[in-house]
């Protein structure tokens, strides 16, 4: 009985589509990634990044860390910083819904909104970092992030499906879980396809991006992506209320863009075994017009 909330990370339920997959022949399951200590697939990445910088020496209890995350990433690494006793600022775009921020600053954590979007507070932390001797996670570029779910998530899906699966779905904003996941399940089998879920032109859909070359995440590696769907805003919010209502999972608009993207995919294929992501809980969006 000596469990930390640390150890509470991870391995989180799979649970089967009772409502939304009309295909017979094709079983779609949620990963509930909401369950998290943390309530999003964030925590994973937050732990296995600090943890390391820890044990390598990078940081210590009087490094000034400062991260650019458009909210669930911020949220788990103020949790996990409040635990090691480390003090950090978050940079948001200004967009952010206020629960977003209130629990960043609940666990003590600095919170800066900036006015540019994702891009901008990512450039507001690079300079910081170069100018001001702050410490950046950087989990765009940071291996411990994708790397956090090649030793979790991945393994997770595989033995829960009892080795079955044959498609993933996740979206992507940093890539790190479609990354990490990918990698593991194509060791395991390499005829499990990867879909990465992508927004339309011009569509906003918060923790799904179709980024800029000058911003592409470095730890993104096109080859362990097998195909991407793209989906709409509209169909990312619809689907987002669909899931709650019909399946019972409250969940933000990121999660109802892949499952979306999944019901698109479980419509063409013959047979199979599809694994998506729900990567957070919907009550932090309740002040947004998401459920409205």
């Not at 629960?99 to 979007?117: I, S």
């Not at 892949?258 to 294929?269: D, F, G, M, W, Y």
Request: hydrophobic share 40%; with cysteine.
């Amino acid at each position: 009985m000596n469990k930390t909330l640390i150890d509470q990370i991870g391995n989180t339920p799979i649970v089967k589509s009772m409502a939304l997959n009309t295909n017979p022949n094709v079983s779609l399951y949620f990963k509930l990634e909401g369950n998290n200590p943390g309530g999003s697939v964030k925590d994973r990445a937050a732990y296995n990044m600090i943890k390391t910088a820890l044990d390598t020496k990078q940081i210590d209890a009087s490094s000034k860390l400062i991260e650019a995350t458009s909210g669930n990433t911020g949220i788990a690494l103020a949790m996990i910083a409040s635990i090691y006793k480390l003090n950090i600022e978050l940079v948001m775009p200004d967009t952010a819904t206020k629960e977003r921020v209130q629990t960043m600053r609940a666990y003590g954590a600095t919170v800066t909104l900036h006015p540019e979007g994702i891009e901008g507070a990512r450039d507001y932390a690079v300079n910081k970092v170069e100018n001001e001797g702050y410490f950046s996670f950087n989990q765009f570029a940071n291996n411990d992030n994708w790397k956090a779910h090649y030793k979790t998530t991945g393994p997770e899906i595989w033995r829960d499906t009892q080795g079955t699966i044959t498609h993933f779905v996740s979206a992507m904003g940093t890539t790190g879980t479609i990354m990490g996941t990918s990698t593991f399940l194509k060791a395991q089998n390499k005829a499990v396809k990867i879909v990465g879920v992508q927004p339309t032109e011009g569509s906003k859909i918060p923790g799904i991006r179709k980024w800029p070359k000058a911003y592409l995440p470095q730890i993104f590696d096109a080859s362990r992506v097998d195909q991407t769907i793209d989906v709409s805003k509209e169909e990312a919010i619809e689907m987002t209320r669909r899931l709650a209502k019909e399946e019972g999972v409250l969940a933000g608009m990121s999660s109802g863009g892949a499952v979306a993207a999944a019901l698109k995919l479980t419509k063409e294929l013959k047979s199979g075994i599809v694994v998506c992501i729900i990567c957070d809980r919907g009550d932090r969006y309740l002040s947004s017009e998401l459920f409205v």
